[in-house]
């Protein structure tokens, strides 16, 4: 008998129409012959919801307080969706994070799995019932307190769970038909792909792509779980994520790999700029270690050279927007002590990445790319680069376009524009 982990988002449960809807396919699966485990997301946009809520109380909350609220929303998913399985005849019960034995470190909002005990969902599959997962949180055995993932950390549930089970699927049910070459809310052209290997996957979960999030696929690639990200508003295949150094799925073994996988957008990131810092060594050392007592993830890092006579160079780095605000505080601290002359904020910024195993051997590819977003009058103001992707900073407001310009330019452009089935894109 097959063990399937399926994942069901937020907009696969936004209604009791749709947990109705899915009830039938999770009950479909379980009188195929399978074992079902299913972890859900909460209904909709209600974290958000939840956020904002939050926000009317107070606008600093308590990260132990913050993870309680938020719990809350996949709560109710698991709990109707039980009844609603229940209702079709099958067996069903749900669990919270804890009842399932994810247990975590105590890092409110962001909780790293230290292990996974899922006994009671493995008693309850034993027993022949589906068992329901609520996504996206845990428990921390330190504290003895709930704990969250971090934003869109139910898919980070499902291969922990996908794991812990030794299940042979992890199916991850979303509303477009699998990973696409871009996000087709942005690029309606983009093309579905049948595979991608996890380190094209995880670059473009790295650089904003959020159909699957990060830890998800640094977790599959880990343990080797294999991995189906597919649409519950259709019966179309999707996309298998997979490790060419485990094994190259049969559907794809014949098939030419392309050069580009796909380009994804980080939206919220900013660029903090140390302007006139002296052009002596040790200040880049002294800027970096004060943005590391921060903790805050410093990605893109530019220093340009010094203006001729002036002994000043400016130095460029981006971090998400919600770490900006105390990285220039920390700075700005240390003003004296670095000698720089200012600094510049600037959310208003997007991260557009190219990402392709194929790019190791390709060289005219980032001509093609600067020379595309020349073309259509688009600005680069940083870029980077690893092996298999090239990064640019572009202003905020062309992000869209150059992702469009860039996914014709290197022939991604299918024939018909991409299906959305459903979400808000919030
Ligand atoms: P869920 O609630 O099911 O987890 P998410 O909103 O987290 O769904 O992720 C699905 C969304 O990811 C899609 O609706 C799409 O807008 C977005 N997305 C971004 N990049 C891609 C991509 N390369 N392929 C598919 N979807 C993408
Ligand atoms: N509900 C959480 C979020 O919106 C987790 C998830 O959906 O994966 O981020
Ligand atoms: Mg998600």
């Known amino acids: 008998m097959a063990l399937i982990v399926q994942k069901y988002g937020g907009s696969s449960v936004a209604d009791a129409a749709s947990i109705k809807r ?16 299913v972890v859900v997301s909460a209904m909709g946009d209600t974290t958000d ?3 904002d809520l939050a926000d009317q109380i107070t606008p600093i909350q ?23 399985i229940k209702s ?8 919270t994070g804890s009842q399932a034995g994810m247990l975590t470190d ?5 909780a790293k799995i230290v292990a996974i005990e899922p006994w009671r969902v493995k008693a309850a599959l034993d027993a022949g019932a589906i068992a329901i997962v609520a996504g996206f949180q845990g428990f921390a055995t330190g504290t003895g307190n709930i704990t969250t993932l971090g934003r869109g950390g139910s898919d980070t549930t499902a291969v922990a769970l996908a794991t812990a089970l030794n299940a042979n699927w992890c199916e991850i049910y979303t509303d477009v038909d699998g990973i696409f070459t871009a996000d087709p809310r942005v690029v309606p052209l983009a093309r579905k792909l049948d595979a991608i290997t996890c380190e094209e996957m995880l670059e473009l979960a790295a650089s ?71 052009d002596a060594p040790g200040r880049a050392a002294q800027i970096f270690g004060i943005v590391a007592t921060t903790k805050a993830h410093v990605d893109m890092i530019v220093q340009n050279v010094s203006a001729a006579g002036s002994r000043r160079t400016d130095i460029s780095f981006t971090v998400p927007i919600s770490e900006g605000k105390k990285v220039v505080a920390a700075l700005q601290a240390a003003e004296v002590s670095i000698g720089f002359e200012s600094l510049q904020y600037d959310d208003q910024i997007a991260k557009i990445a190219v ?72």
Not at 106 to 110: D, Q
């Open 355 to 426: 990402v392709g195993a194929g790019m190791r051997t390709s060289t005219e590819l980032s001509a093609l790319l600067f020379n595309t977003l020349y073309e259509a009058g688009i600005n680069i103001e940083m870029i980077s680069t690893s092996e298999i992707r090239i990064s640019v900073v572009t202003r905020a407001d062309v992000a869209a376009r150059a992702q469009q310009v860039l996914h014709t330019a290197l022939e991604l452009d299918a024939a018909e524009a991409a299906t959305v089935y459903a979400g808000s894109g919030r």
């Open 49 to 51: 919801e939840l956020l």
């Open 88 to 95: 079709m005849g099958a067996d069903a019960i749900s669990f």
């Open 208 to 278: 904003g792509a959020k159909v699957l999030h990060l830890r998800a696929v640094e977790f599959a690639r880990r343990h080797g779980v294999k991995l189906h990200v597919r649409s519950s508003f259709s019966n179309t295949p999707g996309t298998l994520v997979y490790d060419p150094n485990r094994e190259i799925p049969e559907e794809i073994a014949d098939m030419e790999q392309p050069i580009i996988s796909g380009i994804a957008a980080e939206m919220n990131d900013a660029k903090i700029t140390v302007v006139g810092v002296p």
């Open 62 to 84: 308590e990260p132990r307080e913050l993870d309680m609220l938020l719990t809350a929303g996949e709560r109710i998913s698991m709990a109707l969706l039980a009844m609603a």
């Open 22 to 37: 899915i009830a039938k396919r999770i009950v479909a699966a379980r009188k195929a012959g399978n074992n079902v485990a």
């Open 106 to 110: 105590a890092t409110h909002g962001a």
